[in-house]
């Protein structure tokens, strides 16, 4: 059975690496990468079903890197984690194609229900 | 219409304590969802099984994070009660590297999503000033919030007081391309900027990129 790969983008190094390995734990094929080099590298070798993006990275804005996955493969989908009432960013991440966002700090139980949706959109394109 | 300077001060100065509470809620949430993180995890280790050689030393590890974001968390703490302090009483004996300290713990995460480092250069034995703290900040924020926004990426900038010829004087030294865009964050507009400098009774001037304020010691 395909383990389903998600990819991390926070620059928050300890929180992006410890949800990482929750998911792991979960049997999911998680990967954290913590900016926007390591980001773009990863989404053009690893190709992930779903990224949770953080908007806010050093580097790039998280908009562009949206966009720039969007362009890629349009079939990967992406949740945007944000810690911030960027009501604005978050709208414009949602018509710019992302499928959901989450709130920091996340509820593991929400973020896994979130990612299933996600693959199961996926794998339906 | 008739210009409101004190009504624009008013809202200028609103403006930057949301500023400031904006930017430290952000950082406080960040740390909270590291612990959190960090505690769901030592949790799903015990809930889900995981077994290595090494673990009793990765939940040291977590159990290490958890307690430098507690602390990290508290430092922002006791920086902004400082800051809410500062208008207790609209003037104050104050040491100036104390409240430019404040701001740059509470500007530090603006300046790390531009790649921009804040490098304090501080007289040690700067003399005491007797003024309003308060507004200090707000005038120096507004300097500091400009030079960010118009900074290209990994750049510095840096922050120098001294005491010299009664005067206390705060250098806000950027070290980098300052870009031209036409980006009006942190633009104070000049009428409020010169009210709030007559208020403190210094004076500020431009060397080159370098903002230079300076404020008496003991009087206003």
Redo the contacts between chains.
């Keep these: 059975m395909a383990f389903t790969k998600v990819l991390l983008i926070d620059d ?1 190094v ?2 992006a690496s ?2 990482a ?2 998911l792991q ?2 049997n999911y094929d998680a990967k954290a990468v913590y900016n926007a080099l390591e980001a773009l590298n990863s989404i053009y070798s690893d190709k992930p079903d779903v990224v949770v993006l953080d908007l ?1 990275i ?2 790039m804005d998280g908009l562009e890197i949206l966009k720039t996955i969007k362009q890629f493969d349009p079939t990967i989908e992406v949740i945007i984690l944000t ?2 009432g960027a009501v604005e960013s978050v709208k414009e991440g949602l018509t710019s194609g992302a499928f959901e966002y989450i709130m ?3 509820d ?1 139980g929400e973020l896994i229900a979130k990612i299933e949706q996600a693959k199961k959109r996926r794998d339906n394109k | 219409m008739e210009y409101d300077e004190e009504r624009d001060l008013r809202v200028s100065q609103l403006s930057f304590i949301g500023n400031i509470l ?1 930017g430290f ?2 950082e406080i ?2 740390y ?3 612990i ?3 505690a ?2 030592m949790g ?2 015990i809930k ?1 099984g ?1 077994k290595s050689k090494n673990e009793p030393q990765e939940y040291l590890e ?1 159990i290490h ?1 958890i307690e430098e ?1 507690i602390e990290k968390t508290n430092d922002l703490f006791r920086y902004l009660n400082r800051f809410s302090h500062r208008m207790d009483n609209e003037l104050s004996t104050f040491n100036v590297n104390e409240t430019m300290e404040e701001l740059i713990a509470l500007l530090t995460r603006a300046a ?4 921009i480092s804040i490098e304090k250069d501080f007289q040690k034995d700067i003399l005491p000033m007797n003024n309003n703290p308060s507004m200090l900040q707000f005038l120096v924020f507004h300097f500091l919030e400009e030079k960010i926004t118009k900074l290209d ?1 990994n750049s510095r900038l840096i922050i120098k007081t001294e005491s010299a010829n009664g005067s206390t004087v705060i250098r806000i030294i950027p070290k980098g391309n300052l870009l031209d865009a036409d980006k009006e964050k942190g633009y104070l507009p000049y009428e409020i900027q010169d009210k709030v400098v007559r208020q403190l009774g210094g004076n500020i001037s431009q060397e080159k990129e370098e903002t230079v304020i300076k404020i008496p010691i003991t009087d206003i």
């Design positions: 928050e300890e929180f410890a949800l390995e929750r734990l979960r806010k050093p580097g810690g911030h920091k700090p996340v593991i | 904006a809620t952000h949430k960040n909270i969802a590291i959190k993180e960090s769901g995890l799903d280790m889900l995981k977590i994070s974001q790390n999503q531009r790649k990426k």
